[in-house]
């Protein structure tokens, strides 16, 4: 496209041009400078998109490096708009982990204002929300005729309506979008106008691990906030604290991951209801599991008695002895009378465990105090006879 065309884009219009500038570590856009220059000489907003295929953390580092490099060589300025094009079937892995990488290297190399492309309805479309926020996602799905009166996706920052838009009396085709959010047609430079979006600096990731343990929210003294998509303040979507943990307060969870920003230290957690949320670790009262003092193996058999009694059953260790144990329940009520063998007893400061096997196989563990265990006779003298009969 030329100038000229470029020009005409303006008139008929078009605010802002996105531009392809890299692909994965392997390829540059060698027309983009002119790209570029044409859309600014129109007068049109420029932004810059990487077409990623990284499947790992270092990968996406590697990836927003070459990015980064590029943009640096064509000048375009730090508040150039930069987005991720999500779309390849090589992104793999811990597309939200990854992704969260790729803009922590943004960032260190300048570039802040992130947006993140992909289709309605790619599978991964949570995660890849959850590292820049619904109103800073730009959306592709294409009605079979577009119309002004039927706008979809307005809760995204940006709809792709159709890939065949062309220039009067050119053949080439064109994506075309709209902007909800003037993510792509309001100036980030020195010259923004009062509406324009600010270069905001959010929080990095310093460290990150997978963690197991269980406990309840203490809001006592406390007032936390809950956030879905990321901790606090490291991305637009997480950058307004709340007090919603205050409504959870002794609610029991399960610790999913810890990551560290600035501010400290915040905990992913999983409540029973299954609602995912990231808060401060402060703010969590840690459970501290039961150790196991004794191990003998056993061999006995008996039921269950549960006639006055409503005891759980686990299968990964006696009760509250890890995060896999740490939900009371009363499974074993369902199974009173169920014949067992015993396996092995493990003590703990609750009581006495019993790991059993029932009939159909499967194995629990459950407290002593919930079997009846079989009495067999004692052998009480032992005579060695020799004699014959017959049986009458």
Known sequence: MTQNDYTQL???????VVVKVTEGTYYTNGIAANQIKFARNAGMVVSAYHYATFDSAS??????????????SLNVGKNVTVVADIESDAVSG???GNLKAFWQTMTQRGYQNHVAYTMRYYKHLDALTSTTGKDRTWIAQYPYTPSANSLWDQDFGAWQFSSTGHL???SQNLDVSIDYQGLFTRENGAASTSTAPSSVSYDPIVSQKTVSYSGSLDQSVRADGLYASAPF???AATSVGNTAAKAYNGAH????QEETTAKGTFVQIRFNNGSVYWIDKRALAIEQYDTVTS????SYTGSLDQNSRADGLYTAGPFFTSVATAIGNTNAKALNGQHFTALEEDTTAKGTFVEIKLNDGKIYWVDKRALAIDRYDKVISTTAVSYTGSFD
């Open 59 to 72: 990968a996406a580092v590697a990836e927003a490096n070459y990015f980064a490099n590029r943009l640096d």
């Open 168 to 170: 009067p009396g050119h």
């Open 295 to 298: 191990k003998t193996p056993v």
């Open 94 to 96: 811990d597309i939200a």
């Open 233 to 235: 303040y490291t991305s």
């Open 253 to 256: 969870f399960t610790a999913l």
């Open 10 to 16: 303006h008139n008929l219009g078009i605010k802002g």
